[in-house]
């Protein structure tokens, strides 16, 4: 049986990362963001790491904040971390593009070790949607069909739980918005060419575009999102948290296991529900 075709494709991820670090002027206000959210998390960590490993697309920016750590430059299905256990992986900006997300998180976790930290930063669903939505329009006017042109991103409820599948301990999923403001769709497609987030989806269509599909996405764009004659941007950055499971850390008690009531801790009176009694325990 043959596997499934990638939603992404990898060559073609490849060169986009490429040709936007050959860019004059790279786009890295998102990465730059990332970066800074990383670093305050880890300032809220009553802990010091000396063994860390970042995975990366970007890992001119992101080595020199993290001088002592492995650099992974992302891409590959198979992360190669070169000396495992880490006390700290980061995994920066790259999981939307993972073929297997729950993959990546699971050889992110094995190669902690216990109670060491997983940091993960990604685009997520609501990232492009006024994009998203103008050019399904435009097309459909158009050309009368549709064609993958944004990637799918995951939203911040199933990245959570996916930290779960991937066997973290006290997984925490929350979420940061960017709204970027562009003249007109073709800015805009300039600076996702110089960030690398182009569209390289395996099923996307190969053959010439027709400018009039551009140009009817930006009237709709315009119309429907157009702020102060700009167009608004959306990029949702979700953060990721969670730890190798360790004897250490601590356990949610057994239900039913409380020594006093919770009216008595809020010191208020308890009322039962009709038809029910009152237990001797919350």
């Known amino acids: 049986m043959s596997s499934p075709t990638p939603i992404t ?23 730059e963001e990332a970066l800074f959210e990383i670093k305050e998390r880890l300032a809220e960590v009553n802990r010091t790491f000396s063994k860390i490993a970042v995975i990366t697309p970007w890992p001119d920016l992101w080595a020199p904040a993290f001088p002592d750590a492995e650099v992974i430059v992302d891409g590959a299905d198979v992360l190669p971390f070169r000396d495992p256990p880490y006390d700290l992986v980061i995994h920066a900006m790259g999981l939307h593009w993972a073929a297997d997300v729950v993959g990546q998180l699971i050889q992110c976790r094995h190669a902690l070790r216990p109670d060491g930290l997983f940091l993960g930063a990604a685009l997520g669903g609501q990232t492009l949607h006024e994009l998203r939505a103008a050019l399904a329009q435009a097309e459909a006017r158009v050309s009368g069909g549709l064609s993958p042109r944004v990637l799918p991103m995951a939203e911040i409820r199933d990245l959570g739980g996916l930290l779960q599948r991937a066997g973290f301990a006290l997984p925490v999923a929350d979420s940061a918005t960017q709204t970027a403001l562009y003249r007109d769709i073709f800015h805009l497609a300039a600076d996702l060419r110089a960030m690398g987030e182009t569209n ?21 764009y315009a119309e429907a999102f157009g702020r102060d004659a700009r167009l608004p941007a959306t990029f949702e950055m979700i953060f990721l948290t969670g730890w190798a499971p360790d ?16 009216a008595e801790a809020l010191n208020t009176e308890e009322t039962p529900l009709p038809g029910t009694k009152s237990s001797g325990g919350d």
């Open 9 to 31: 494709d990898p060559k073609a991820l490849a060169r986009a990362r490429a040709r936007a670090a050959r860019a004059a002027e790279p786009a890295l206000f998102l990465q």
């Open 200 to 220: 390289v989806l395996s099923a996307r269509r190969k053959n010439f575009t027709p400018r009039a599909l551009f140009t009817e996405a930006q009237a709709i």
């Open 247 to 262: 004897e250490s850390q601590p356990k949610p008690l057994r239900p039913g296991s409380a020594a006093r009531r919770l």
